[in-house]
């Protein structure tokens, strides 16, 4: 069974600049979560999905972050204008229905803004 | 908000010594947080290493075993005889009924030693 995959690995960027991170979760996960780890950080829920609804996106900084997951499955998460702050690792995760508990992580995004 | 505090930064421990993390943990939420411990390897996404969902009860696993004290707040992590291979970054979190999300402690990274 494939993990979670998630693209690009890597990401270098300028202030201002925009850009997307893709998730494709474990196959038959209804629940995909997003976190944002700062460096020697834990992670911490930007906005999470079941199916294509946004459960709860209150963390995400919504003038320059935005997620979708339209049909349920793959999901986007893209920064607008980025900021030498939004540097971090940018992890993907899902679980099974009714079952939050056990999240399966992506290798995760690391980006750095100059 | 919930907040899980940690053993911070690095612990280095020689092999077959024993290990403790300590996580203590603060839960506004009504009702008791469900605890976990999260780990990730050297190369490795974050995944589950145990979790226990009821006061009292001690959860294990790869010899690593875990108490939920709810009176003190506390779910350390413990071995009797760590070996090179468990050198990962541990992280402790919570999740309660209400909130729904993860709540992550900021890691301790193990280094065992030969």
């Known amino acids: 069974e494939a993990g979670v995959t998630q693209s690009p690995r890597y990401a270098v960027l300028q202030e201002g600049q925009a850009v997307s991170f893709w998730c494709d979760p474990i196959s038959g996960h209804d629940t995909l979560y997003w976190y944002q780890q700062p460096r020697d950080q834990g992670p911490q829920l930007l906005v999470y999905f079941r199916d294509e609804a946004v459960i709860d996106n209150s963390q995400l900084p919504s003038d320059r972050f935005s997620a979708v997951r339209p049909k349920g499955t793959n999901s986007t998460l893209k920064i607008q204008s980025a900021k030498q702050g939004d540097t971090a690792t940018y992890l993907c995760?899902?679980?099974?229905?009714?079952?939050?508990?056990?999240?399966?992580f992506g290798p995760g995004t690391r980006l750095l803004v100059l | 908000g919930d907040s899980v505090t940690q053993t911070e930064g690095q612990v280095t421990v020689s092999e077959s010594k024993s290990l403790i993390i300590n996580c203590t943990y603060s839960a506004t939420s009504i009702g008791y947080p469900n605890l976990f411990w999260y780990v990730r390897y050297p190369g490795e996404g974050l995944q589950l290493l145990l979790k226990?969902?009821?006061?009292?009860q001690k959860g294990s696993s790869r010899g690593f075993e875990a108490t939920y004290n709810k009176e003190a707040t506390s779910f350390h992590l413990q071995k009797a005889s760590v070996q090179e291979s468990d050198s990962a970054v541990y992280y402790c979190?919570?999740?309660?009924?209400?909130?729904?999300?993860?709540?992550f402690g900021r890691g301790t990274r193990l280094q065992v030693y030969a």
């Open positions: 979190a919570l999740r309660t009924q209400v909130v729904g999300q993860l709540t």
């Open positions: 226990v969902i009821t006061a009292g």
């Open positions: 995760a899902s679980s099974f229905p009714g079952n939050q508990d056990t999240q399966y």
